[in-house]
């Protein structure tokens, strides 16, 4: 539906393996409301950095709630504009990070605008990003250095 509501050189691309039912229920949908020429579905890849990279805006809106939200992370890496449901993993990188980016479960409306104005004008991705693979790795790891260093094995009898 958001589709049919944008201008016409507006393209979505769906990647990513779905069910087979869940694909042609995407497929079918595009078709009513007219958009089906505008909706691209393509299988998984193996760089998805390289199509977030190219993209105008990457939309993260899964209505269920992802427990981080890598999507969103790795396309604001890339300082690509993101647009997601406000919740779960999803609404919490967006909060902390691209709060412009954050669009209420569901509401198309809004959704819409969102859209509009990012590929009018899209607003600034900021050069730090918190959540960078390399970055998660190390801190996880100095986690696990200090919790080591704090316990001491018992000796054995």
Not at 59 to 88: N, Q
């Amino acid at each position: 539906e958001a589709v049919r509501s944008l201008p016409t050189d507006v393209y979505a691309l769906v990647i990513g393996r779905g069910s087979n039912n869940a694909v042609e229920r995407t497929r079918q949908a595009a078709q009513h409301a007219g958009v089906g020429d505008r909706l691209i579905i393509a299988p998984q890849v193996d760089r998805i950095q390289d199509v977030m990279a190219i993209s105008d805006v990457v939309l993260s809106l899964s209505t269920k709630a992802e427990s981080f939200g890598r999507t969103v992370a790795e396309a604001l890496a890339l300082g690509r504009p993101v647009i997601g449901y406000d919740h779960g993993g999803v609404g919490e990188i967006l909060a902390r990070l691209y709060p412009q980016g954050r669009v209420p479960v569901g509401d198309g409306r809004i959704l819409v605008e969102r859209i509009r104005s990012f590929l009018a004008d899209p607003p600034h991705v900021p050069d730090e990003q918190p959540f960078l693979k390399s970055r998660m790795q190390a801190e996880t790891l100095r986690v696990y250095r200090e919790l080591t260093e704090q316990t001491t094995c018992p000796e054995k009898p």
